[in-house]
């Protein structure tokens, strides 16, 4: 099992991060938080989730799970706050720039192209504070491409400082000079340096919510020309991953593009493929499904 330290959390966590007798406690902590929020994350890596709930609990000022599953039950707003947390957003515009260089150069010209002048459908999914989605619309801006794009996640707080769209500096570092001055109206809130979203960039985007865990259907029609979900996979136990996975790939318009993060890899099922798009991206391509029984 491994050696055993003391935790906040629990008597004894053992150093591989498994749960011993904090278990049935967590279990509590997650089945409250799903009632409250409906969002379930029993498939989320254990690890991540015990990290979290861990970090949450220091931050309110509790020892035990004990004490902080009857915070969750006495407290309405806390299981805002706990979802929050255990959906950390770490997210820049234009995060990764070579991805975002390839989407600019080549792929959402060539979906233009291949679409005839129809508008593009773009999902970013798990779209956090928003950032990922203004960015594909400063693309579809700056390749001149009609187009939109549906944004969602799971954190109802993400998504409130989605539609507002304004960041503070920090958000802007990987951002070219020249779309920052494009896009991006600085402001002073507060004393503080903050970049709000222009309009021609709003317009563009429409945020909702959805958990990509839960089966239910994609926004709006549901075909997208390009689907990004970053750094999302990564946090998801294996047979979950497979099936949000599977979920994107049934998404995609026929020849559309899957980007993901750059940790991720599409390891799919027979019968379908994704096929890498350029270098130093992880851009792929949704080819040709096989009939059942066939093999490519």
Known sequence: MGRHFHDPMTRTITSDGALADAEPQLAAVLDVLRQRTGCDFSRYRPATIQRRVRNRMIS?????????????????????????????????????????DALRRCVIPELARRRVGAPLRIWSAGCGNGEEAYSLAMLLEETNVAGSIDASDIDPMALATAVTGVY???????????????????????????????????????????DLTSGTPPPGRGVFDLVCCRNVLIYLDRGAQQQVLERLRRALAPDGFLCLGEAEFPAGPPGASLEPFGPRTFIFREVARCPEGDTA
Request: aromatic content about 10%; charged content about 30%.
């Open 60 to 100: 309110v000022g509790v020892a035990t799970l004990h004490e902080y599953l009857a915070r969750l039950e006495a407290v309405e707003e806390e299981a805002a706050y706990l979802l929050a947390r255990l959906t950390i957003k770490v997210s820049r515009f234009y995060r990764n720039s070579a991805t975002f």
């Open 168 to 210: 503070p500096a920090e958000a802007c570092q990987e951002l070219p000079p020249e779309l920052a001055a494009r896009y991006l109206e600085r402001r002073c809130v507060r004393g503080r340096e903050r970049y709000a979203v222009r309009p021609v960039l709003r317009r563009r985007v429409r945020f909702v919510r959805h």
